[in-house]
């Protein structure tokens, strides 16, 4: 009796096993990390919620180019950044069947393969520190006589891919348990080289235009184990590196209405990556190598347009800040690759139109050369509302110190969350075209919580 | 070809721009005899508006604190170009000296100016640069004197001869700050 329940249970692991273990094949597909990944840059403006469009330093040459009109010294900036990222997640105690044939999804439901085990509701934490250059600048003014005309070039950290998530799960029965544990590593970073111009068109008006090249590299690692009742065990890890080469440019104005308030907008123009994946994976069943794949891919990603508007007022020693900026990321789009190009489909049952908007405040002490900042920032995840438990939003505040007549130090607080779900795949079943017909799910909440320090010092000579 | 596409229209976006536009790099050309010490040396001859919208830069929406907190609008405001006129000082000394002449020594007056609040470029002994909406004085006490200043004779100082002397060192300097700042001869 005992050597049947055995058998049955290895006969039922086998099938979990064969699957790819990885999220719902038609979201991880879609999963794009460069969408909507935000990471900010410049002490200044990221203490004030990350509204950087109508700041005035270097990193104007990545938020709104126009504002180097503004800069009339030659100025270098340099910043560091540092990022405890943790990953909080939960395996609901239920399973989800997808029926990719029909597309249909029931939830709550028991497949008979999983007969006599019952799901148990469990988490599991992990974090990540890493600190990071985040932007070195040079602006070099042109000596004009009447107006203004500025030159900036340098680099950002603005896209970065450190995260980490662990996965616990576990099926109870009376024979004993199944227990699944995953640990997923990323790290990288998207940098942004940019070169760009700001020129007066009038007394209250600038124009802005930088060009912008991304280069960067996004490692992907994947470890999973399964171990149940000493009958099996089944270990998989996947290796995944991508790099990326992109470009494209923004255009921006400045413009003065009054004594007391700035306005600026900047369009931002998609942006073409050119994305080439290695991979490899391995799979072992009870110590044998079952699979041990090697690939390699080439593929575009295009991002769409931004448009960006921020409003600056001033009154006295005290500023105040407001952006926003626009992106369909459902126009996200794939191409260059017929096979991904099948997936464009799916990013419009993924992806939605979001607004972000950053809200941030300065008071300086001029006699102490002093600022103190503080600000909210609102910047919604780009997927489906299904998708999301609770939209991403934080708090920052900063100091600021002016040194001498010719020095900056800023640092900065970043404080941000954000819920979602998403589901695993725990069991598929394949057809002979190894196309998935159905998979029993589980549904993983996840709760991200970042701190985020930015320390940026500027020099004008 | 999307991507050449792009990068042309903002190419020629920005040569319309360019052609033409409020900034210049240059002071335009005048007649031929018109030289540097007579645009440089007191910009208001030829713009009565300096003031407003002083050449170089527009400052008028600054903050009031860089006005009375000077670093603030150095930091902010002054363009890298400006510095030698008033940063390091060397515009006090611009009469070269020999080795022989001893430089001038004063025991009158007040002690010099550190670390000067914000004003345009050009405009020595120019006067009411005003702010943007409002009316205050714009240079520390060195810079109120108005123009006519310059040619009215003292009557009741006894040492004219001095007081002439440093109005003939005045003119000097202006020239010398005129050509240094890049004007034609």
Not at chain 1, 133 to 147: E, F, K, L, Q
Not at chain 1, 209 to 230: F, I, M, Q, R, V
Not at chain 1, 274 to 280: G, K, L, T
């Amino acid at each position: 009796m005992k050597g049947l329940i055995k058998l049955m249970i290895k006969m039922m692991l086998c099938l979990i096993l064969i699957t790819n273990i990885s999220f719902a094949e038609y979201i991880e597909q879609v999963e794009e990390i460069t969408a909507g990944n935000f990471f900010g840059y410049g002490a200044r403006q990221m203490a004030m919620g990350g509204a950087g469009i109508m700041a005035i330093d270097g990193a104007a040459l990545f938020y709104n180019p126009a504002n180097l009109a503004r800069i009339p010294r030659i100025e270098f900036n340099f910043g560091l950044s540092n990022q405890r990222y943790k990953d909080i997640s939960t395996v609901r105690p239920i399973r989800r069947e997808v029926d990719y044939s029909g597309a249909v999804t029931q939830s709550g439901i028991l497949s008979p393969r999983f007969e006599g085990f019952q799901p148990v509701l469990s988490s599991a934490e992990n974090s990540k520190i890493n600190t990071r250059v985040n932007s070195a600048i040079i602006t070099i003014p042109y000596p004009t006589y009447r107006g203004s005309m500025v030159f900036g070039i340098g680099m950002t950290r603005g896209i970065n891919f450190d995260r980490v998530f662990r996965l616990s799960h576990s099926d109870r029965s009376a024979s004993g348990d199944i227990i699944a544990l995953g640990d997923e590593f990323q790290s990288g970073a998207l940098t942004q080289w940019g070169a760009g111009i700001g020129i007066d068109l009038s007394p209250r008006i600038a124009f802005g235009g930088a060009l912008y090249l991304y280069t960067g590299k996004h490692n992907y690692n994947w470890e999973y184990a399964l171990d149940s009742l000493d009958v099996l065990s089944y270990e998989a890890e996947d290796l995944i590196v991508d790099k990326y080469l992109g470009f494209n440019m923004k255009m921006a104005l400045s413009m003065r209405l009054n004594h007391y308030l700035t306005l600026g907008l900047a369009v931002e123009t998609p942006l073409i990556f050119s994305v080439e994946e290695e991979s490899s994976s391995y799979r072992l069943l009870d110590g044998v190598v079952i699979e041990d794949d090697y690939s390699y891919t080439e593929y575009d990603i295009k991002k769409p347009f931004v448009f960006s508007g921020g409003l600056s007022a001033q009154f006295n020693n005290a500023t105040l800040m407001a952006d926003f900026d626009y992106t369909d990321w459902s126009q996200l789009e794939y191409g260059d690759n017929i096979e991904m190009e099948k997936e464009n489909i799916n990013i419009r049952s993924y992806y939605r139109d979001v607004i972000r908007f950053r809200l941030g405040g300065e008071y300086v002490f001029p006699q102490a050369g002093l600022s103190v900042r503080a600000g909210y920032f609102s910047d919604p995840l780009p997927i489906k509302s299904s998708f999301v438990n609770q939209n991403r939003s934080g708090f920052t505040f900063g100091l600021g110190l002016l040194v001498d007549q010719v020095m900056t130090i800023d640092v900065a607080f970043v404080h941000g969350s954000y819920e979602r779900n998403s589901d695993f795949i725990y069991s598929s079943v394949k057809d002979d075209q190894d196309n998935m017909i159905s998979s029993h799910n589980l549904i993983v909440d996840e709760e991200v919580s970042y701190n985020r320090l930015y320390l940026t010092t500027a020099y004008r000579f | 070809m999307s991507r050449l596409f792009f990068i042309s229209i903002a190419i020629c976006f920005l040569a319309l721009l360019t052609s033409g536009c409020y900034t210049i790099l240059q002071h335009p050309s005048s007649e031929a005899n018109y030289t540097a010490e007579n645009y440089q040396a007191d910009c208001l001859e030829c713009h009565a508006d300096y003031h407003e919208y002083p050449y170089g830069y527009f400052y008028g929406q600054y903050p009031d604190y860089w006005w009375s907190t000077p670093r603030w609008g150095r930091y902010y405001a002054y363009p890298w170009w400006w510095d030698n006129y008033w940063y390091d000082g060397s515009y006090r000394h611009t009469r070269d000296y020999s080795d022989d002449e001893p430089s001038p020594r004063s025991t009158r007056g007040k002690k010099v100016e550190r670390r000067d609040v914000l004003r345009p470029p050009y405009s020595v002994g120019t006067t009411n640069l005003s702010r943007s909406g409002s009316s205050g004085n714009v240079g520390t006490s060195g810079s109120t004197e108005k123009p006519s200043d310059q040619n009215k004779q003292p009557v009741d100082n006894p040492d004219n001869t001095k007081t002439k002397e440093k109005i003939d060192k005045k003119e000097k300097k202006d020239n010398k700050k005129a050509t240094r700042r890049g004007g034609r001869r």
